[in-house]
Structure formats: structure tokens, C-alpha cells
Nanobody, 124 residues
Framework: QLQLVQSGGGLVQPGGSLRLSCATSESTKDIYAIGWFRQAPGKEREGVSCVSGDDRYTNYSASVKGRFTISRDNAKNMVNLQMNSLKPGDTGVYYC?????????????????WGQGAQVPVSS
């Protein structure tokens, strides 16, 4: 069974940057799309970004487009989420997840495997 282990996260000031990493127990290249989701207190989980298994396609939510970048490091079985120009509204618990399909990749319901989550408070 595929396992996802997250690293990164932590307190960051508004305007700052942070990188989240998601290491998988086996290669997801050409097999699984990887998505990043976040859940703010009292809110539903929302899709932030995703990348296709073949690394040809990426998608971003409107709220993070232009500030966040998702990337694969297939040599390390890892997917990173670089977050720049962070805002208080980006605060939440961030999760990575793996899905067999890339279509509708910002929809959490299609994901089968999930990381443990990482807190990202954006505050001064």
C-alpha cells in the first residue's frame, strides 16, 4: 500500500515562503497524480494544487495560482509544494494525497492515499 510522509510546515509570517514535501514509499511516476489540499479551521478541505503522474499537467486553485508551485522529484519519489507570498488566508493543515486519475485532480474524493498533514500557520 502506498504511503505518503510529509515534511515541512510551521509558522511563517505573511509575505514569507515555505516548502512542503511529500515523500512516497514507492515511485508514483506515470502511476499516480499527486495533489495538495488544505483545511482551515472550521472549513472544508479544499484542493490547492496537483500534478499528473507523467508530470505533463499541473493545476492550481485560483486562490494560490501564481504564488504556489508544485513539482515532482522522481529521483527521490517526492513531490514538493513551494509556497510564496503567503497570506493569513493560507493558514491551515496541508495534506498531500495520491490518486490514480488526474482528471478533476482538485477534488479530494478521488484520492486513495493521504499524508499525515502539516500545520501551516501564517501569522505575524
Amino acid at each position: 500500500q502506498l504511503q505518503l510522509v510529509q515534511s515541512g510546515g510551521g509558522l511563517v509570517q505573511p509575505g514569507g515562503s515555505l516548502r512542503l514535501s511529500c515523500a512516497t514509499s514507492e515511485s508514483t511516476k506515470d502511476i499516480y497524480a499527486i495533489g495538495w489540499f488544505r483545511q482551515a479551521p472550521g472549513k472544508e478541505r479544499e484542493g490547492v494544487s496537483c500534478v499528473s503522474g507523467d508530470d505533463r499537467y499541473t493545476n492550481y486553485s485560483a486562490s494560490v495560482k501564481g504564488r504556489f508551485t508544485i513539482s515532482r522529484d522522481n529521483a527521490k519519489n517526492m513531490v514538493n509544494l513551494q509556497m510564496n507570498s503567503l497570506k493569513p488566508g493560507d493558514t491551515g493543515v496541508y495534506y498531500c494525497a495520491a490518486a490514480a486519475l488526474f482528471k478533476l485532480c482538485l477534488f479530494s474524493g478521488q484520492y486513495d492515499y493521504w499524508g499525515q498533514g502539516a500545520q501551516v500557520p501564517v501569522s505575524s
